[in-house]
Nanobody, 119 residues
């Protein structure tokens, strides 16, 4: 099992910045990637940023490229999402995600943290 706990969501004005944190604990063997998803009201959950644990390759949604940065602190067992130049359309609940591929494929989710960007 892997436990994920997000923090850092808040209300911010457009153009502002936030940093989300996701502390992870548990049996992390076989986890090949971790990242962030978001879900806005009435919309499907979408990938925001993912980081591969082998080599650190990062992928971003087109809508956040150049504004958001995913990183990981192994010593703190934490992944971060630095969000700059926030826009009202970034308003959503942000979820931390971990993908295990071995020995079985399992996806883990945090409880979510609310980000609201006012115009």
């Amino acid at each position: 099992q892997v436990q994920l706990m997000e923090s850092g969501g808040d209300l911010v004005q457009a153009g502002g910045s936030l940093r989300l944190s996701c502390a992870f604990h548990g049996y992390t063997f076989g986890i090949n990637s971790m990242g962030w998803y978001r879900q806005a009201p009435g919309k499907e959950r979408e990938m925001v940023a993912e980081r591969n644990n082998n080599g650190g390759v990062r992928i971003y949604a087109d809508s956040v490229k150049g504004r958001f940065t995913i990183s990981r602190d192994n010593a703190q067992n934490t992944i971060y999402l630095q969000m700059d130049n926030l826009k009202p359309e970034d308003t959503a609940v942000y979820y931390c995600h971990a993908n295990r591929i071995y020995p079985t494929k399992i996806e883990y989710w945090g409880q979510g943290t609310q980000v609201t960007v006012s115009s």
